[in-house]
């Protein structure tokens, strides 16, 4: 059996790690560089960092602060936000990161997804989801739809279908994260990532909701997850990660120990 692996996440706007509540109300932080440091430190299994307003504002992401990360962690990093072509990957590999999140250029051009596969390896590329509860409806049976550029633009696209989808198109692992969740500490969307996890053969990250250990127990066993995504948990001193990795321990799920 794998250990399932704990990852804080980085959400950055204008060089600061900020945080929200359902993608809104954003609050900084932090400096993402110290942060990074502090979860490797602390046992965190990798890092992910998304520079959350590159793809609305149709700009590159911030390499400079990517390169500062890399450098000072030595645990698997994830990258996302402003990737739009195999150029944009390889400058980010190139800067130290070990895996390219594709989000929203994923879903306006899904050959992004093949190109990097083609291009770094389908272990390299990963599948940003963000999705919304909206009920079932014409063309979006799964009752959850696609909706991209940070949460702005719906498009009408199933997520169990697009899933698929890019796991066809090369993806190596889904990042998933449910909207309605995001920033609320009451727990992961359970019925979401559950659905997503049975019906594709690759690791899914959940994301959006991590409030208390018990929540990161419940997506890993019940929601079928393979890692789970935290932030407002850790960001603010809540939990560390050691105490979350012990009490996952106690429950018999199996976490890398690094202390």
């Known amino acids: 059996m794998l250990s399932k692996r704990i990852i804080p996440c980085l959400d950055v706007r204008d060089g600061k790690t900020t945080k929200g509540i359902r993608f809104k109300e954003n609050v900084d932080i932090g400096d993402p560089v110290d942060m990074a440091r502090h979860y490797y430190e602390t046992g965190a299994d990798e890092i992910v960092f998304y520079d959350i307003t590159a793809s609305h504002e149709k700009r590159n ?38 895996k390219v999140s594709v989000n929203s250029a994923a879903v306006r051009d899904p050959s992004v997804i093949s190109k990097g596969a083609a291009a770094f390896g389908s272990q390299c590329i990963v599948l940003g989801m963000d999705v919304l509860h909206v009920g079932e409806k014409p063309g979006i049976l799964s009752g959850y739809e696609i909706v991209i550029d940070g949460g702005r633009t719906p498009m ?104």
């Open 156 to 259: 009408g696209m199933d997520a169990l279908q697009w899933a698929r989808e890019g796991e066809r198109l090369g993806a190596g692992e889904i990042c998933l994260n449910a909207i309605d969740a995001d920033g609320t500490r009451e727990g992961y969307e359970l019925t979401l990532t559950a659905m997503i996890s049975e019906n594709v053969g690759i690791p899914v990250i959940a994301s959006g909701g991590a409030g208390e250990p018990g929540h990161l127990a419940d997506v890993l066993t019940r929601g079928k997850a393979d890692a789970a995504l935290i932030a407002s948990m850790v960001h603010y001193g809540t939990y560390t990660i050691p105490e979350i990795k012990d009490y996952l321990d106690r429950q018999g799920i199996k976490v890398r120990r690094t202390w």
């Open 61 to 98: 992401i911030m390499i400079d602060v990517v390169r500062r990360v890399a450098e000072t962690i030595f645990i698997p990093f994830s990258v996302g936000g402003g990737i739009r072509s195999v150029e944009d990957m390889r400058a980010v590999l190139l800067a130290g990161a070990e």
